[in-house]
């Protein structure tokens, strides 16, 4: 046999090339190390407030989470005159080195880090001190360290390795063309020329190497040399290359250390580009940039300079990489204009593209926020994680539920933590499902999730892959750049319709209820306080009466726990605990500045002090009791305003309640209950139908065996039942206005309690809960089986609402079983429908008629003390005569989020008894449109007004202004003018196309 087998060749080169490895860098002298250890971490200035420690290789020096700042010492020896001179620190967590002033120089990462490794190894220890030493050259270096690997784990807290090596700076270069022709000939097919040669030139190399000294790594390189050298010929797909370093902003770790893990990345990537001219690096997420600015400020100049220059892109057009199927509608559109203003604000930038890598499923909002905020593309590669179907396409537009289409492209090697290796070049050449029509294909590098980035490795062989023989050329260049090139094939991409849904993750809808909770009480109130210091300041209440900049502050907060693995419900326990206190505290300030700020109004008004005044931040008439001074009144308030609480009393029919044990009624609906709480009958008076399924049982309390984590549960969960919860009390009676039944029920050691009622002349079931769960793996559901025959399921989104099918008949809608909704889940048929109302959940099913919630979850990991706590929260059923549409259904989602509120009157002045009740800021005489926010601009003395259509259909509306009007225009989500409407005039009309969402600028005169 004249030639050696591919596999023996291959085996002695890897072989090789492990020998090799260890030859690369051989220490010559220790480093003394001292360590100063804290709880949590301090500054550069109180660097020696900690415990103090002297510390050789194996010693202990802290548990999970210890902070520590190091000082190592030392002097080159003499010997290494004239070779390249590194050190070599290791000290099983993560560092940052400094300079004498402080600022952050390099990241180094614990060698036995957890990642997958088969992406590349995380660790980074090696430091560069001399190309060419002199000797004697003194190493004083100071490092901030965390007693933490990427990921959150312990790694037994001891130093490993603090030493001087000399590099083989040779040999270093021999491993990385070694290591890139091996992995190359592995992805050539057998059967090619190019992968006989290159396997027979590395073994011939791997043989010169049984002795691995200067001479021989000399002729080993020699003899590769010629087959790096090789180019390819004309492309038919480029690769686009961008180091990155996708950071969990809180994941596995606290947000404390996130702060740390950005400035061990963002130095980490400022040395490599003075070593590598061509890397490009890229970062997402202004929040990132703000802690930088923050706490490392020269840190960030230098930043900014690398962005100038143009080798580092500023990414993302969002505050956070949020979840985007929990997040309220204003929500992401804040996101977007504060992601947006940062970037251009601090570079000059103006963000094109959203880049969401790892946020758990899309809604199909997204595209028309996209387009009205100037963002032109979007990237994400999570829908490779879908369990049982492909999606169809990396690149590809992507058409939300209003129509509007954006270009979006998933990454073909399916992750942002790609190695940059010859196999990254190769899987995207074989996986790119639009190869046929696309000759641009994008590729992520670097170490993520943790952070850390592209290291020497990463580099190293992009500088060998850049046009070789037998891979795809590869190009690093700023991701927009290759977006520029990838929108010049729009007219053959295939266009995809709806949400982008991830079959997986579904329990994040569920997990943390408590964090969740908060972040729709947070956002409702936001919305409350915007809207009352909208209207006192256009009433003239002064210059200092909008909090623009408290507002700021809070809604950025917020914004951060919106991100995708704080608000899923998917980092640790510490993450929780810290942000639910930081989320109590924000909620009620935002609620004492409602108090405050409705009370000056009520002044306004006209009424005397003391005068209750009721406010309505929805743009419709309601009529509905509320409860002040210990007494209920039914009112009626006008949209968008105010009325007294003397004056909004009108009459309601004095209608029977009927409240028993086990029997509800008022005048629309009658509720009987089984011996065990379910509600074995709800009967529509007013359509005279049963609105429950035959024989079947509601508002079940059932538990099912959850052996999931915290972003999944099985999805044949229903086949675990593991109970339900046991009712254990009930009492029926009349409070007012209200037919009450309640009910308390018990499982193990958990409690749930439950205030099941009917306002008189109300149209709602409410069900007001209190649960104290004390589960470990078990999930929580209720449902409601009722008779109503539909194929699709209404669901409220963002800014309109998804229609999903309620059959199982493929794979596709297999894998959909657990659906997100907002305000409501819907099931309408032409005559007739059943709405199910929450004011804090999003977990639903529907299937076969049943309309399922999923109120709690508590798994195991991350953390162990998930939703095993305190919880409250309302659900309601709503049955009506009609589609959802006809019966307003999106109206009761409101209101039930959104109370009425009362404040009294504080002193007024005579000057301000002008105003008169009943006063609406803003009418629309349409009733499918809904008025989101009203705020004043950021940037200018306009209101803004955000509206949109909620049926998806068309729309014409009188839109008129209770005040008087200099001018009114529409703008962008950025609030930029992009049309004049109207001038001296208080009322325009507008016409709205389906789910479409409207921006106005008002100037008042």
């Known amino acids: 046999m004249p030639y050696e087998t591919n596999p023996i060749m291959t085996q002695k080169a890897k072989g090789r090339l492990s020998r090799l490895r260890d030859y690369i860098y051989e220490p010559i002298a220790s480093l003394t190390v001292n360590a100063w250890v804290t709880k949590e971490p301090v500054t550069y200035d109180q660097r020696m407030s900690g415990r103090p420690l002297e510390l050789k290789p194996g010693d202990r020096w802290g548990e999970l989470w210890d902070c520590a700042w190091f000082h190592f010492r030392g002097q080159v020896p003499g010997s290494a005159q004239g070779c390249k001179v590194v050190l070599l620190i290791d000290i099983n967590g993560e560092l940052c080195l400094v300079d004498e002033a402080g600022t952050p120089r390099q990241g180094l990462t614990n060698v036995s880090s957890e990642f997958d490794y088969s992406l590349g190894m995380p660790g980074k220890r090696v430091v560069d001190i001399s190309a060419a030493a002199q000797g004697g050259e003194v190493i004083d270096l100071w490092g901030d360290g965390g007693c933490n690997d990427l990921f959150g784990r312990f790694r037994s807290g001891t130093l490993k390795e603090a030493c001087i090596a000399i590099c083989h700076e040779e040999a270093r270069l021999l491993y990385y063309d070694l290591e890139v022709l091996i992995e190359l000939a592995e992805q050539l097919p057998d059967s090619s020329a190019r992968?006989?040669?290159?396997?027979?030139?590395?073994?011939?190399?791997?043989?010169?190497?049984?002795?691995?000294?200067?001479?021989?790594?000399?002729?080993?390189?020699?003899?590769?040399?010629?087959?790096?050298?090789?180019?390819?010929?004309?492309?038919?797909?480029?690769?686009?290359?961008?180091?990155?370093?996708?950071?969990?902003?809180?994941?596995?770790?606290?947000?404390?250390?996130?702060?740390?893990?950005?400035?061990?990345?963002?130095?980490?990537?400022?040395?490599?580009?003075?070593?590598?001219?061509?890397?490009?690096?890229?970062?997402?997420?202004?929040?990132?940039?703000?802690?930088?600015?923050?706490?490392?400020?020269?840190?960030?100049?230098?930043?900014?300079?690398?962005?100038?220059?143009?080798?580092?892109?500023?990414?993302?057009?969002?505050?956070?990489?949020?979840?985007?199927?929990?997040?309220?509608?204003?929500?992401?559109?804040?996101?977007?204009?504060?992601?947006?203003?940062?970037?251009?604000?601090?570079?000059?930038?103006?963000?094109?593209?959203?880049?969401?890598?790892?946020?758990?499923?899309?809604?199909?909002?997204?595209?028309?926020?996209?387009?009205?905020?100037?963002?032109?593309?979007?990237?994400?590669?999570?829908?490779?994680?879908?369990?049982?179907?492909?999606?169809?396409?990396?690149?590809?537009?992507?058409?939300?539920?209003?129509?509007t289409k954006v270009l979006t492209h998933l990454p073909p090697e399916d992750t942002y933590n790609g190695p940059a290796a010859p196999r990254s070049l190769a899987k995207i050449e074989q996986s790119y499902l639009d190869r046929g029509v696309s000759e641009h294909a994008l590729m992520l590098f670097g170490i993520g999730d943790g952070g850390g980035g592209p290291g020497e490795e990463h580099l190293e062989r992009l500088a060998r892959e850049r046009n070789l023989l037998g891979l795809l050329p590869v190009v690093q260049e700023p991701a927009v750049t290759f977006f520029h090139r990838l929108e010049r094939e729009t007219s053959r991409f295939q266009t995809y319709r709806g949400e982008l849904y991830l079959e997986k993750h579904q329990g994040t809808l569920t997990t943390q209820a408590r964090n969740k909770w908060y972040n729709r009480k947070l956002e409702k109130a936001l919305r409350e306080l915007e809207f009352a210091a909208s209207l006192l300041w256009s009433l003239g209440g002064g210059e200092d009466v909008y909090p623009a900049e408290r507002l700021e502050a809070v809604w950025k907060e917020m914004l951060l726990y919106q991100f995708h693995d704080i608000l899923p419900g998917s980092s640790i326990t510490r993450v929780y605990d810290e942000s639910l206190e930081r989320y109590g505290k924000l909620l009620a300030e935002v609620q004492a500045m409602i108090a405050d700020i409705y009370g000056r109004l009520a002044g306004l008004s006209g009424g005397a002090a003391g005068t209750p005044i009721l406010f309505n931040s929805l743009p419709w008439v309601r009529r509905e009791w509320v409860q002040y001074g210990g007494s209920w009144h039914f009112v009626q308030v006008p949209g968008m305003g105010w009325h007294s609480l003397a004056a909004a009393k009108t009459e309601q029919p004095d209608a029977p309640l009927i409240a028993e044990d086990f029997r509800l009624e008022n005048e629309r609906l009658s509720v009987r209950f089984a011996e065990d709480g379910s509600i074995v009958s709800l009967y529509d008076k007013a359509a005279a139908r049963e609105t429950l399924q035959p024989g079947a049982k509601a508002n079940v309390f059932t538990l099912y065996h959850d052996d999931g984590d915290a972003w999944d549960f099985p999805r044949d969960y229903r086949e675990m039942f593991a109970g339900t919860m046991k009712l254990e009390r009930v009492q029926g009676f009349v409070s007012g206005p209200r037919a009450v039944v309640e009910q308390e029920y018990r499982f193990g050691e958990s409690t749930l309690k439950q205030i099941i009622s009917l306002e008189q002349n109300g149209e709602l079931l409410r069900f007001d809960t209190e649960a104290d769960w004390r589960e470990a793996g078990k999930m929580l559901r209720v449902a409601f089986p009722v008779q109503v025959a539909a194929d699709q399921v209404n669901c409220e989104i963002q800014f309109g609402v998804l229609k999903r099918p309620t059959t199982r008949n493929n794979a596709i809608e297999f894998a959909r079983d657990e659906i997100c909704a907002h305000h409501y889940i819907d099931l309408s048929q032409p005559d007739y429908g059943v709405a199910l109302l929450n004011d804090s959940k999003y977990g639903h099913s529907a299937e076969n008629g049943v309309l399922d919630l999923n109120l709690l979850r508590s798994p195991s990991y991350p953390d162990p003390k998930a939703d095993q706590a305190e919880h409250k929260f309302t659900y309601a059923v709503y049955p009506h005569s009609g589609d959802f549409i006809q019966a307003g259904v999106y109206r009761k989602g409101y209101e039930l989020n959104i109370p009425l509120t009362v404040a009294e009157a504080q002193e007024s002045s005579a000057q301000e008894a002008e105003f008169i009740q009943p006063f609406s800021l803003v009418r629309l005489d349409h009733p499918n449109l809904m008025l989101e926010a009203v705020k004043k601009a950021e940037d200018s003395d306009h209101l803004i007004l955000r509206l949109y259509e909620t049926a998806g259909a068309g729309a014409e509306t009188s839109l008129s202004m209770g005040l008087n009007c200099r001018t009114i225009e529409e703008a962008d989500l950025l609030e930029n003018p992009v049309g004049l409407l109207a001038e001296q005039t208080n009322e325009i009309k507008l016409s709205f196309t389906p789910f479409e969402i409207k921006t106005i600028r008002v100037a008042f005169a």
């Open 195 to 403: 992968k006989a040669r290159v396997l027979q030139n590395v073994y011939e190399a791997a043989n010169l190497l049984a002795e691995i000294t200067e001479d021989t790594v000399q002729l080993a390189r020699a003899k590769l040399a010629p087959e790096l050298a090789k180019q390819g010929g004309d492309p038919v797909l480029t690769v686009s290359a961008i180091g990155h370093a996708h950071i969990d902003l809180a994941w596995l770790w606290p947000i404390r250390e996130t702060i740390r893990k950005g400035a061990r990345t963002f130095s980490t990537a400022l040395r490599n580009m003075e070593k590598y001219p061509d890397y490009m690096f890229g970062a997402s997420q202004p929040q990132l940039y703000a802690w930088m600015k923050e706490h490392y400020p020269q840190l960030y100049a230098e930043v900014q300079e690398r962005v100038k220059e143009g080798r580092w892109e500023a990414q993302g057009a969002m505050w956070v990489e949020p979840d985007t199927n929990i997040s309220g509608g204003e929500a992401l559109v804040r996101q977007i204009l504060y992601g947006k203003r940062f970037f251009k604000q601090e570079f000059g930038k103006d963000m094109k593209v959203l880049w969401l890598p790892d946020v758990f499923g899309y809604t199909g909002s997204l595209p028309q926020l996209l387009k009205k905020s100037g963002v032109d593309y979007m990237m994400t590669q999570k829908l490779s994680w879908s369990v049982y179907n492909t999606h169809p396409h990396h690149s590809f537009l992507w058409e939300g539920i209003d129509g």
